[in-house]
């Protein structure tokens, strides 16, 4: 059965630091790119940021560039997301995505929530 579970959402001050965990199970993990959504109230979901199998490629969202950091543990299926210099439009539920390379699975967490307020 696939697993994937948020963990470190929580309020933070504007300027703050917050660092989001996701521990994958269920499949194979280095087969799957790994990202980080968001979902702020009334808005789309979109892509906070983006990692390959390997962890040699990265994309982040214009938004977020500069501030974010995603990285990923292959040994431990883990996949984390640091942000810094938080800002209240950083506010929204995160949610960690697997998507397999070469096949059409994919699979979402049940986020976490980020409130960025003073």
């Known amino acids: 059965q696939v697993h994937l579970v948020e963990s470190g959402g929580g309020l933070v001050q504007p300027g703050g630091s917050l660092r989001l965990s996701c521990a994958a199970s269920?499949?194979?993990?280095?087969?799957?790119?790994m990202s980080w959504y968001r979902q702020a109230p009334g808005k789309e979901r979109e892509l906070v940021a983006a990692m390959t199998r390997a962890g040699g490629g990265t994309k982040y969202a214009d938004s977020v560039k500069g501030r974010f950091t995603i990285s990923r543990d292959n040994v431990k299926n883990t996949v984390a997301l640091q942000m810094s210099s938080l800002k209240s439009e950083d506010t929204a539920v995160y949610y960690c995505?697997?998507?397999?390379?070469?096949?059409?699975?994919?699979?979402w967490g049940q986020g976490t929530q980020v409130t960025v307020s003073s």
């Open positions: 269920g499949f194979t993990f280095n087969s799957y790119a």
């Open positions: 995505n697997a998507v397999r390379i070469g096949g059409t699975e994919t699979y």
